[in-house]
């Protein structure tokens, strides 16, 4: 079993910056691949970025690509978002995963935060 813990959400003016955080329960977590998704309102839960269990590679949505960056810190059992140039289309509510295969359907991911909303104003 593991837990997560999104921190970071809030609210910014459009072309500022956030960085969510997602602390994770447990000894294993340098094992598992993590990944960001959101769920804007009244939409569907969608994928943001991942990242593999050693942070060598990450992937990325087209819409957030060059200026949301994820990153980990397996000593820390923390995995980060770094989001800029927000745009109020990125206002949703912002969940971490932990799953064993690495990719971008929410389906591959076994453990979910609670979410962190984020709201961007224009």
């Known amino acids: 079993q593991v837990q997560l813990v999104e921190s970071g959400g809030g609210l910014v003016q459009a072309g500022g910056s956030l960085r969510l955080s997602c602390a994770a329960s447990?000894?294993?977590?340098?094992?598992?691949?993590m990944g960001w998704f959101r769920q804007p309102p009244g939409r569907e839960r969608e994928f943001v970025a991942a990242i593999r269990r050693s942070g060598a590679t990450t992937v990325y949505a087209d819409s957030v690509r060059g200026r949301f960056t994820i990153s980990r810190n397996n000593a820390k059992n923390t995995v980060y978002l770094q989001m800029n140039s927000l745009k109020p289309e990125d206002t949703a509510v912002y969940y971490c995963?932990?799953?064993?295969?690495?990719?971008?359907?929410?389906?591959?991911?076994?453990?979910w935060g609670q979410g962190t909303q984020v709201t961007v104003s224009s």
């Open positions: 995963a932990v799953g064993t295969v690495y990719g971008s359907s929410a389906d591959e991911y076994d453990y």
């Open positions: 447990g000894r294993t977590f340098s094992r598992y691949a």
